[in-house]
């Protein structure tokens, strides 16, 4: 029998919490936060609220956020701290946002241009 996108999405979410670190050996446990959803390329994906954009993008298993304008080699994570241009976004119609340090808020609309070539 075929799974419906419904059944499809929540398989993708519970393997995305499988992916958060739940007890770091450095920060702790990882505390509690609203959930709330942003729309990334298109598809709804349920998020913490205030973590990087990022840490959401990768527990979803995005790790290109986006493509190198000359050769279309995908770009994601590299520093984590805002100080390289690897992470960008666009947010709400925004381009250019470092999704490394730009916290998530409930409704965002994001692309990451990664799809592109």
Do not use: W
């Amino acid at each position: 029998m075929a799974q419906s996108i419904e059944d499809k999405r929540e398989i993708a979410m519970t393997k995305a919490e499988g992916r958060r670190i739940h007890q770091h050996p450095v920060l702790g446990p990882l505390e509690y936060a609203e959930e709330c959803t942003i729309i990334v390329d298109s598809t709804p994906l349920r998020a913490r609220q205030g973590e990087p954009i990022l840490a959401t993008l990768l527990a979803y298993g995005i790790r290109a956020t986006r493509r190198t304008e000359k050769r279309g080699e995908p770009r994601g994570l590299f520093c984590g701290i805002g100080l390289c241009t690897d992470c960008m976004v666009t947010v709400n119609g925004t381009p250019n946002v470092r999704s490394c340090v730009t916290p998530v808020e409930a409704g965002m609309v994001i692309s990451t241009g990664a799809g592109e070539s």
